[in-house]
């Protein structure tokens, strides 16, 4: 069994670990070229290559905005075609729940002094707050988003085979997402 994270972009995070925690497969999906439809057909394939029929995929929900608004739209839903029709099990974490089950809430300060992460800044936060839970690093934002994708699909199959005591803000995230799929 594996679990697997999906972060769809224009350079789609993918990574797949096993029961053990240990990653298997992390890499970073461009398919081909930089034209529509053959990059977005290309990619999707190259994300279905590496799964496999077992797998317990977490996905990226829909971005909330997006200067290519299309293209994303087009990519999400070419790829949750393609698990439906392989039958594989898989989850959605809006973007908000990815940063929230690492402990990350897009803000900075102390109470009455706060500001908001600017991009960069929360990708960042994002990285180090999963190299400090998991020990897990990678240079690239997208392959760390979709280890945290790949971390929540296996804490939501642990939801439901064994009993597990998770930090409040991580068991909010999977019961959201429990809730959604229901």
Request: include cysteine; glycine fraction near 8%.
């Amino acid at each position: 069994m594996r679990f697997v994270g999906i972060d769809p972009s224009t350079k789609t995070g993918f990574v797949a670990i096993d029961e053990n925690g240990q990653v298997l497969r992390a890499k970073e999906l461009t398919g081909v070229g930089d034209k529509d439809p053959k990059r977005m057909v290309t990619l999707i394939n190259e994300i279905v290559t590496h799964l496999q029929p077992e797998d317990i995929v977490c996905i990226e929900g829909f971005p909330f905005s997006t200067q290519r608004a299309m293209f994303a739209g087009g990519l999400h839903h070419g790829i949750r075609n393609e698990l439906f029709k392989r039958k594989l099990t898989y989850y959605e974490a809006a973007p908000n729940a990815v940063k929230k089950f690492v402990g990350v809430t897009g803000w900075t300060g102390e109470v009455g002094n706060k500001r908001r992460l600017k991009d960069k800044e929360k990708k960042k936060a994002v990285m180090a707050a999963v190299t400090d839970m998991y020990g897990f690093t990678s240079s690239s934002d997208n392959i760390v988003d979709a280890y945290i994708m790949a971390k929540i699909a296996e804490e939501i199959w642990m939801e439901k085979n064994v009993f597990r005591l998770l930090p409040n803000f991580q068991s909010e995230v999977i019961q959201s997402i429990l809730k959604g799929a229901s």
